[in-house]
């Protein structure tokens, strides 16, 4: 996403690690100036790797959804925690998904206009760069 100046923001989560214990210098010669250590960005997909054989549901009203990460996606009905009615929205396809990743290397993005007008831009990202 551009800022108003039209440059790209570089977002990334940093990396939590253990607490450094403090430090005390007798003198200044005896400090020492940490330099800005460079990150090394994980690609989407390392991201999402914490997604993986975990299902989310979501309750809206008479029905429930449940979202399982590169599983599937179904409505449900449920009574008494049992599923009265299931419907089946969407089934992961390692194949499918690997062609289409396939297909966005080959552009550096495909544009998607939905009936609104409203439009989003889809890029590979490698190595957090375009």
């Keep these: 996403m551009p800022n108003k100046d039209g440059n790209n923001f570089l977002c990334f989560l940093p990396k939590v ?3 450094k214990k403090p430090v005390t210098h007798q003198n200044t010669s005896s ?10 960005l994980k690609t989407p997909d390392e991201l999402l790797e ?11 009203g008479w029905w429930s959804y449940e979202f399982c990460y590169q599983k599937q996606l179904r409505q449900l009905h449920l009574e008494e925690d049992k599923v009265v009615q299931e419907f089946v ?3 992961y396809d390692e194949k499918a998904t690997a062609a289409f990743n396939q ?3 080959i552009g550096t993005h495909h544009c998607l206009k939905s009936q609104m007008g409203c ?4 890029e590979k990202v490698s190595s957090g760069e375009k």
């Design 17 to 19: 690690g253990k607490a």
């Design 103 to 105: 297909n966005l290397s």
């Design 89 to 91: 929205l969407g089934v």
């Design 50 to 60: 914490v997604l993986k054989n975990q299902c989310f549901i979501r309750q809206e």
């Design 31 to 40: 400090m020492i100036v940490e330099t800005e250590k460079r990150v090394k």
């Design 119 to 122: 439009s989003s831009k889809v």
